[in-house]
């Protein structure tokens, strides 16, 4: 992205021979410089904070610290929102309390520890509780007795882990692309994206994935395995609806006021390490079991979402005893609503809001949510 520059400042600048900034320096002070938060009494502070014996990276940003308080739960493994969130967040926080949380291993909070140590300690339980000492400093620091949660992806599982055992610190849990059974979710995805390459006459995607059996079934449980059948479900619009990849939400780091590129750099590492060490141990974790929550549960469900599997979530519920249910389907999503149905996304958090005050959702501004 070239902005050009056209100041008399910056024609002087030019002249002397001062090294101009390059396009990219420039796209990312404009747009720290919109997302500044000048509100009396909002926040906007990035922090390290040891959380279950590991030096992990947080930012809160609200226009009002009255406001409730949203955690994002970044999926992946490894795939931290972070550096992403410029691109969709800056509407919620006029409305909640928004924390991005760089897990351990993960984005800016890689190179904070020593990787085989991280390594050695990574497991699911491990991520749960990191999340809820996360959620206790949260609730000391800000001055909440609750507050909610958003899971997206791996991240879902993660904060559905929270609900079920604390959930006397939760206004509710919402869950986005949420993960039901990981070998399930592995089944279901590798089985719809086979017969789409069926319908579609793609014979190399047909042999890919049909060679990756006997995954997910028995044998090995790998990254590899994994993303070798998301490569062509991605294709066919699984994580971004319609569209053949997601460029738009990769390439968008590049932006973040958040991220040097030293950061990202980081990122990538600590996504391959979380990524290879976790996955193997995700095979047998799942809720099909999981008959009642005491909190209210909360689902958005991107249609075209086939990386993580909407109809398994959906059927889930159906059975889920909670205080309050409610689903939300994004029509033109795939795994990614937050950015592809902004608008919507916006309007199903408004509707989840009154929770906070011990009232019902409100979905008469977001008639495609449904409660129960």
């Known amino acids: 992205m070239a902005i050009a520059l056209g100041s008399p400042a910056d024609a002087h600048a030019q002249s002397a021979g001062t090294p101009r900034p390059d396009g990219l320096d420039q796209a990312r002070a404009i747009i720290a410089d919109v997302q500044k938060i000048v509100t009396p009494n909002g926040i906007d502070e990035t922090l390290t904070l040891d959380i279950g014996g590991a030096r992990q ?63 050695a300690s990574m497991s699911f339980e491990r991520y749960r509780d990191d999340a809820i000492a996360l959620i206790e400093q949260l609730r000391t620091r800000l001055g909440k007795r609750k507050i909610f949660v958003l899971g997206h992806s791996f991240g879902s599982a993660v904060g559905l882990a929270v609900a079920q055992k604390r959930p006397d610190l939760l206004h509710a849990y919402i869950g986005m692309g949420q993960l039901i059974d990981f070998r399930e979710n592995e089944r279901v995805g590798m089985a719809h994206t086979l017969k789409l390459a069926r319908a579609r006459g793609d014979d190399e995607a047909v042999r890919a994935i049909a060679a990756l059996r006997p995954y997910p079934d028995s044998g090995p449980f790998t990254i590899e395995q994994a993303d070798a059948w998301r490569k062509w479900a991605n294709r066919y619009g699984s994580l971004a609806g319609q569209r053949p990849d997601a460029d738009f939400y990769f390439d968008s780091t590049k932006l973040s006021p958040l991220y040097t590129p030293q950061d990202r750099a980081a990122w990538g590492k600590g996504s391959a390490l979380t990524a290879t060490t976790m996955w193997p141990r995700l095979a047998d974790v799942s809720f099909t079991a999981l008959a009642r929550l005491d909190v209210p549960m909360v689902l958005f469900l991107g249609r075209y979402d086939s990386t993580t599997p909407s109809s398994i979530a959906a059927d889930w519920l159906k059975r889920l005893h909670a205080p309050a249910k409610m689903l939300c389907w994004f029509e033109n999503s795939g795994h990614l609503p937050m950015l592809e149905e902004q608008g919507r996304t916006l309007a199903a958090l408004l509707a989840v809001r009154p929770i906070a005050e011990g009232r019902r959702p409100g979905v008469a501004a977001a008639p495609y949510c449904r409660t129960s």
């Open 57 to 119: 990276v947080v930012n809160i940003r609200g226009a009002d610290k009255a406001n409730p308080v949203l955690l994002y739960i970044h999926g992946g493994p490894g795939s931290v929102e972070m550096p992403m969130a410029w691109s969709f967040q800056r509407p919620w926080e006029d409305f909640y309390t928004v924390v991005q949380w760089d897990q351990r291993g993960a984005g800016r909070s890689y190179a904070l520890n020593d990787p085989a140590r991280i390594a």
